[in-house]
């Protein structure tokens, strides 16, 4: 196991609506990064935060933000949130290598 | 082009066969390299980093040419258990980028 935590697990939402993701960091971790999911596609880069700083984003709208609190822990939110945000989210967390471990990850569907 | 790029899946092999993946990608200032299985609905596992040199865990050996900017993933006597999608993935600044994944399915 990892020991990187996500919740919810899942999560139905409708348009329009805004959602808060959270993810709990392995001890020793101070890195964290999102990613998105669709299904029967590779994993895409959101944004990482490292020492509670964003430090590097992908092709994302400003509506996705995001937080990493002290402890490392970490909260992905996503405002006016549209049909085509339907998929996992997938937080990874790291150290000072490059290897990531990612946790279970929060499945989103938006009616 | 995508920046990584995989052999369209799905493969399907029986027990025991020897199964190669491969994998591309387009920016040669990348940093280090990855192969990650994932099981149906669950998250990305690591499964070992790839080096210049090559490597070799068990019945699974990785290698990668910076020259020719080219990844490979070779599985030897394949289990059931492999049953999985292989992602190719690149680091870049900490950045991870995926290719598509390439579906395994081994038969008994």
């Known amino acids: 196991e990892t020991g990187v935590t996500q919740s919810p697990t899942h999560l139905i939402k409708t348009r329009g609506q805004q959602v808060t993701l959270r993810c709990s960091s392995q001890?020793?971790?101070?890195?964290v990064s999102w990613y998105q999911q669709a299904l029967g596609q590779g994993p895409q880069f959101i944004f990482q935060y490292y020492r509670e700083e964003e430090n590097g984003r992908g092709n994302f709208p400003p509506r996705f933000s995001g937080l990493q609190f002290p402890n490392y822990s970490s909260e992905l939110n996503v405002n006016a949130l549209e049909l085509d945000d339907s998929a996992l989210y997938l937080c990874?967390?790291?150290?000072?290598?490059?290897?990531?471990?990612f946790g279970p990850g929060t499945r989103l569907t938006v009616t | 082009r995508k920046e990584v790029e995989q052999d369209p899946g799905p493969f399907n092999v029986p027990e025991g066969a020897t199964v190669a993946f491969n994998c591309t990608y387009s920016?040669?200032?990348?940093?280090?390299f990855f192969w990650y299985r994932q099981d149906c609905r669950k998250e990305p596992k690591l499964l070992m980093s790839v080096y210049s040199s090559g490597n070799e865990d068990g019945r699974f050996t990785a290698q990668l040419n910076r020259a020719s900017q080219y990844i490979s993933l070779l599985i030897r006597d394949s289990k059931l258990s492999d049953s999985a999608t292989y992602l190719c993935?690149?680091?870049?600044?900490?950045?991870?980028?995926f290719g598509q994944g390439t579906e395994l399915s081994v038969k008994p």
């Open positions: 990874a967390t790291g150290g000072e290598s490059y290897e990531q471990y």
């Open positions: 993935v690149r680091n870049q600044g900490g950045k991870l980028i």
């Open positions: 001890s020793g971790h101070n890195t």
């Open positions: 920016n040669s200032a990348s940093q280090s």
